[in-house]
């Protein structure tokens, strides 16, 4: 049985920094991605990484902020948050596939709860 398990979400202040972790069991992926969901708004893509390569993409809006990391002895993956913005608050979610670096939530087999993140102005 997959399990994907977030942590590491809250309230930060505009400016703040936030590191997300992922935890997975179950079974091995080709890529783990992050996105995030706001209020009134679609699924956002917000980063990949190839789990054995370590081959990264991010999305426009936080390349620069954030950077995605992986740990292969632990099975987690990480999504270092700085310089947020009040417009990165949404729920984080991550997400395994077996395709490599895919950026589409349809790409994506196994999702986590999600954890939310709120930066505040």
């Known amino acids: 049985q997959v399990q994907l398990v977030e942590s590491g979400g809250g309230l930060v202040q505009a400016g703040g920094s936030l590191k997300l972790s992922c935890a997975a069991s179950?079974?091995?992926?080709?890529?783990m991605g992050w996105f995030r969901q706001a209020p009134g708004k679609e699924r956002e893509f917000v980063a990949a990484?190839?789990?054995?390569?370590?081959?990264?993409y991010y999305a426009d809006s936080v390349k620069g902020r954030f950077t995605i990391s992986r740990d292969n002895a632990k099975n987690t993956v990480y999504l270092q948050m700085n310089s947020l913005k009040p417009e990165d608050t949404a729920v984080y979610s991550c997400?395994?596939?077996?395709?490599?670096?895919?950026?589409?939530?349809?790409?994506?087999?196994?999702w986590g709860q999600g954890t939310q993140v709120t930066v505040s102005s």
């Open positions: 990484i190839h789990w054995s390569g370590g081959g990264t």
């Open positions: 997400a395994a596939s077996r395709r490599a670096l895919p950026t589409t939530p349809a790409t994506y087999d196994y």
């Open positions: 179950g079974r091995t992926f080709s890529s």
